[in-house]
């Protein structure tokens, strides 16, 4: 079957400090990635996704960027954290759209607070 | 580009009573339609979807959920409110042509009264 992990589950860390947060999913091959960040109170925004090892897309301009090194394997970065970097960071993966068993499984989420 | 909207950011119903939430979208090409939900501190948990197939979708809990193209809604049901029913929930959306991005609403917040 397939799962999907991520660590850690919490981080706090100092403004200006880097960031490195992994994802990993096992059980399958080829899968869609995903970043989304949950800012307090609100809801879920797409930040990158990937469709392929080093292929990435970015939802909006921001401080963070990401990787995919490997096919199973999708890194959040930043260099310089910023204050307003706070959140919840959630991993995802789908197979690619189509067919009635469709669907994205979700990580269990980093909660990053940024001080 | 495809949207979500989901009406009322703060739902409280009573015990036993019916639960209604709303969600409407936009898209110029048949959709796919999800709703989750999120308990305090806690990742998403999948509670049903829409793929094209039956309009009128079952899912875990006691949850469903009908997609009325002529509407643009698929909003989310279940006759009988529960205490364990509150938390967060969020209706998405994605289309078959776009990559597979999974596009939120804004979520809703059930709270359920004893």
């Known amino acids: 079957s397939q799962t999907i992990h991520q660590w850690p589950a919490t981080l706090v860390q100092p403004v200006g400090s880097p960031l490195s947060l992994e994802c990993t999913v096992e059980g399958t091959s080829n899968p869609n990635l995903y970043w989304y960040r949950q800012a307090a109170g609100r809801g879920l925004q797409l930040l990158f996704y990937s469709v392929g090892i080093g292929q990435i897309s970015s939802e909006v301009p921001q401080n963070l960027s990401a990787s995919r090194p490997q096919d199973r394997q999708f890194i959040l970065s930043s260099k310089k954290l910023l204050l307003s970097d706070s959140g919840f960071y959630l991993c995802?993966?789908?197979?690619?759209?189509?067919?009635?068993?469709?669907?994205?499984?979700f990580g269990s989420g980093t909660r990053l607070t940024v001080v | 580009a495809q949207s979500v909207t989901q009406l009322g950011s703060h739902v409280s119903v009573s015990e036993g009573a019916l639960v209604l939430l709303r969600c409407n979208y936009s898209?110029?090409?048949?959709?796919?339609l999800f709703w989750y939900v999120q308990y305090p501190n806690q990742g998403l948990q999948l509670l049903l979807k829409?793929?094209?197939?039956?309009?009128l979708v079952k899912g875990i809990n006691g949850f469903e959920a009908e997609f009325k193209k002529s509407e643009t809604s698929f909003h989310l049901t279940k006759p009988s409110a529960h205490m364990s029913d509150a938390a967060e929930y969020f209706c998405?959306?994605?289309?078959?042509?776009?990559?597979?991005?999974?596009?939120f609403g804004q979520g809703t917040e059930l709270s359920v009264k004893p």
């Open positions: 898209s110029s090409v048949p959709p796919y």
């Open positions: 829409y793929t094209s197939a039956a309009t």
């Open positions: 998405a959306v994605t289309l078959y042509n776009q990559g597979g991005k999974l596009i």
């Open positions: 995802a993966w789908s197979a690619p759209p189509g067919g009635l068993n469709y669907g994205y499984t």
